[in-house]
């Protein structure tokens, strides 16, 4: 059984940094592109950032690039978002995804992350 099971997550002001973990089991992890999405209260799902199977080729929107770093550890099958210089419009549910930009199978739990003062 497939299974994203994320950690990290919750209340940070503005600028502030946070960092969240999504550790995969029930596959062979180091086999596919991983990637990160969010969904802001009220709106749609948006592409937060893609990273290839080997760990190369990071890619993110303009509205994060600068900002966050997508990573990831294929002996201990975890995949990892660290978010700096956050700002309110960053508030929203994350989601650890496998598969690239919004093109996915499976999805984590969900992570909630709130960004104000």
């Known amino acids: 059984e497939v299974q994203l099971v994320q950690s990290g997550g919750g209340l940070v002001q503005p600028g502030g940094s946070l960092r969240l973990s999504c550790a995969a089991s029930?596959?062979?992890?180091?086999?596919?592109?991983m990637s990160w999405v969010r969904q802001a209260p009220g709106k749609g799902l948006e592409w937060v950032s893609s990273?290839?199977?080997?760990?190369?080729?990071?890619e993110y929107p303009d509205s994060v690039k600068g900002r966050f770093t997508i990573s990831r550890d294929n002996d201990k099958k975890t995949l990892y978002l660290e978010m700096n210089s956050l700002k309110p419009e960053d508030t929203g549910v994350y989601y650890c995804?496998?598969?690239?930009?919004?093109?996915?199978?499976?999805r984590g739990q969900g992570t909630l992350v709130t960004v104000s003062s």
């Open positions: 995804t496998r598969g690239w930009d919004t093109s996915y199978d499976y």
């Open positions: 990273i290839n199977d080997r760990g190369g080729r990071p």
């Open positions: 029930g596959f062979v992890f180091n086999l596919y592109a």
